[in-house]
């Protein structure tokens, strides 16, 4: 079993930025994927952003509203994954979920960021 453990998050202006850091308590080096989600008050939790390994080559997916703002990257040697927001909207105002899909999916408790206009 895996554990996830989001921090971050905060209060940012708009067009500012933020790096989320999603640490795993255990080799995220077979996870099938690992990404962030996000939810905001009264909305479905979306995808935000996904990274797969392919040996040393990452590919990265990325929802149409983040596209050239959000950065997703993994560090498999700190079973680590961040995600680097930039330009931020006060439409990205969500809790961030970090997500390691192996057998099963696995979720941190998540981290809210919040922007303000």
């Known amino acids: 079993q895996v554990q996830l453990v989001e921090s971050g998050g905060g209060l940012v202006q708009a067009g500012g930025s933020l790096r989320l850091s999603c640490a795993a308590s255990?080799?995220?080096?077979?996870?099938?994927?690992m990404g962030w989600y996000r939810q905001a008050p009264g909305k479905q939790r979306e995808l935000v952003a996904t990274?797969?390994?392919?040996?040393?080559?990452?590919?990265?997916d990325y929802a149409d509203s983040v596209k050239g703002r959000f950065t997703i990257s993994r560090d498999n040697a700190k079973n680590t994954v961040y995600l680097q927001m930039n330009s931020l909207k006060p439409e990205d105002t969500a809790v961030y979920y970090c997500?390691?899909?192996?057998?099963?999916?696995?979720w941190g408790q998540g981290t809210q960021v919040t922007v303000s206009s």
């Open positions: 997500n390691a899909r192996f057998r099963a999916d696995y």
């Open positions: 990274i797969i390994s392919r040996g040393s080559i990452n590919f990265a």
């Open positions: 255990g080799s995220i080096r077979s996870a099938s994927a």
